[in-house]
Structure formats: structure tokens, C-alpha cells
């Protein structure tokens, strides 16, 4: 299936983008075994998934360690490893859905990208990473109340939290400062007008 983008629309290098063509072919062989993402969304894959993930990278471009929760099918976490490669970028995924971490896998050997599986839930891969992790991001994975629960030892250590949101982000906001106190930019979204990025630091409990 012919992408809907070019490389140059992306601004990644062409061996990038082929990197990123086969994680899509790939995608779709193993989403008709394996169900990896929702099957509304594979009409849109380049759109809702890839660039929608790789927007990502350039809201924090001195990273070079990622940690990203609830991978799933590699997004964003897989799409920042392949195109993160060329600035050095290494990307930790995190999944315990042990079909998702076999996809994350092959994907990471075919494409020769710096991405690490963890095969384990997030709360026993965070302590790991305090004081190491650049950047943490989870894409649909909770709401931020409870991401921030989660990734509030990686913040308080210096870590930019960059999760993505839909058109409730306002009221996670709202909700996650009921306990928080915490320095929020709302970021638009480049593939989805209703949606927002969230890029979180210097976070304190109330307590």
C-alpha cells in the first residue's frame, strides 16, 4: 500500500523512510494473527500511527534515552527508535503483552534500530530508570492522573513527560492538579486538530 507521505514530508532520510515502510508492511502481516492495533486505524496507519508517533522526536531533541510505557505495536516508541537512530537515540519499550513485545522485537532486528523490550509492566521497569531516562511517553495508555502517578519518580528526577491526548486533555490537566503541582505546556497535535500533547516537568506532590 503506497504511503500517503514522502520523506521529505517527514524530513528523514530515505533510508528512514524504508525503515518506516516496513514496519507498516510488517504491521499489517501481523495484524491479521496477531490484532496489534485497533482494526479501524490500518486504513490509516501512516496518518494515525507513524507520523502521529514521530511528531514526537523534535519536542525533545537533545534526548538519547526514551522510555516509553505501554508500547503496544511500537507506538510512539518504535517509530522514535527508527527515526532517532541517526541522532543516537536509544529507546527503552515497555509492554507485558508478550505477543506485542514478539512484534517489537522482529521489528527492532529488521530494522537495526536501538530499541530495547521489556517484557514486564511498567512499575518493576521505572525505578530503573530514575535519573536516566530523558524522556518517558505513553501514547493511550491511561489517563494523566494516573500516568503521573506512575512516572512521577522519573519527573521529579529531571525526565520530560510527553503524552499524547485527545480533546480531554484540559480535564486530565484539571484532575492530575488535584494531587500535582506541575509545569504543563499543551502542544497541538500535526495529525489530529482535537488532540494535544502534553509535555510535563518539575512535578511535586501536594502531600
Known sequence: ?????????????RETFEKLELLERELRRWQAIKNLVGPATLD?????????????????????????LGSGAGFP????????????????????????CAFLRHIARLT???????????????????????????????????LLDWTAPLLKAGTIGLFPKGRDAEI??????????????TLPSLTDSEARILRITSIESHS
Open 44 to 68: 490509516r496507519i501512516w496518518e494515525r500511527h507513524i507520523v502521529d508517533s514521530l511528531q514526537l522526536l523534535d519536542l525533545a531533541p537533545e534526548a538519547r534515552t526514551w522510555l516509553d
Open 1 to 13: 500500500m503506497t504511503p500517503a507521505v514522502t520523506a521529505s514530508d517527514l524530513n528523514v532520510s
Open 77 to 100: 516508541g518504535l517509530v522514535l527508535a527508527i527515526a532517532g537512530a541517526e541522532r543516537g537515540l536509544k529507546v527503552h519499550l515497555v509492554e507485558s503483552n508478550s505477543r506485542k
Open 112 to 146: 537495526e534500530s536501538a530499541a530495547t523490550v521489556h517484557e514486564a509492566r511498567l512499575e518493576t521497569v521505572i525505578p530503573g530508570f530514575v535519573g536516566k531516562a530523558d524522556v518517558v511517553s505513553a501514547r493511550a495508555l491511561a489517563a494523566l492522573p494516573q
Open 172 to 185: 486530565e490537566l484539571t484532575e492530575a492538579r488535584k494531587k500535582w503541582t506541575f509545569e504543563a505546556e
